[in-house]
C-alpha cells in the first residue's frame, strides 16, 4: 500500500470567520479545530500522512478557498476534507456529506466517510450524499480542489440536543472521520 497524504481543513479558518455558533455557544471553528488534530493523530496511527489546514489566507470566502486550493496543490495531497456543522432551526436534524457532482472518486471518499459514519451513530439522522455544483454552498472549496474533496456536516449546531451528544462524543466523531477516511485510502 502507497502512503498516502491527507489534508484536514477545519472550516472558517480565515481571519474574522468563525462560522456559526452552535447552542453551546462555540463557533464552528473553535469545535472542529480539536477534532481535526485527533483526525490527524488517527490517520498517522493507519501508516498514512496528514496535514492539518486551520489558518486560510484571503479576506472573502472566495479568497480563501484560492489560497486553499493551491496550497492543497502545493502540498500534493490524495484528498481533503473541510470539517464543518449545520445550522437552521432548532427542530434541524442529522449528518451529510457534500461532494462535488461530477468527480466520481469524490463520492467513494464521500460514501466511505458516510458510511464510517452511520456504523459509529446509528441513531443519529442520515441526510444523504449531496452532490454539490458551483452554485451551492461549499462549491467553490470541491471544485477548485485538484484532488478529492468533501464538506462534513455532522450534526446541526443549532439544535441543542444534537450539539450536546457531539460535544459528549468528540472521540467518536474524530474517529469516524478518521476510519471513513483510512478506508477511502486503502481503496485506492
Known sequence: MTKKLVAICVGHSRAGDK????SEGVSEWAFNQPIAQRVCELIQESGHSTVLVD???GQSYSSAMLWLAKRLKELTVDAAIELHFNSAGPMATGYEFLHWFCS?????LASKV????AKAFPEQRNRGLKSINAADRGGLFLRKSHCPALICE??????AKDTAFFSAHREELAR???NGLVN???AQ
Open 55 to 57: 489558518h486560510y489566507e
Open 154 to 159: 455532522p450534526f446541526f449546531g443549532s439544535n
Open 19 to 22: 462560522g456559526a455558533v452552535n
Open 114 to 117: 458516510s458510511t464510517s459514519f
Open 104 to 108: 466520481p472518486r469524490g463520492l467513494t
Open 184 to 186: 477511502w485510502l486503502v
Open 176 to 178: 469516524a472521520y478518521a
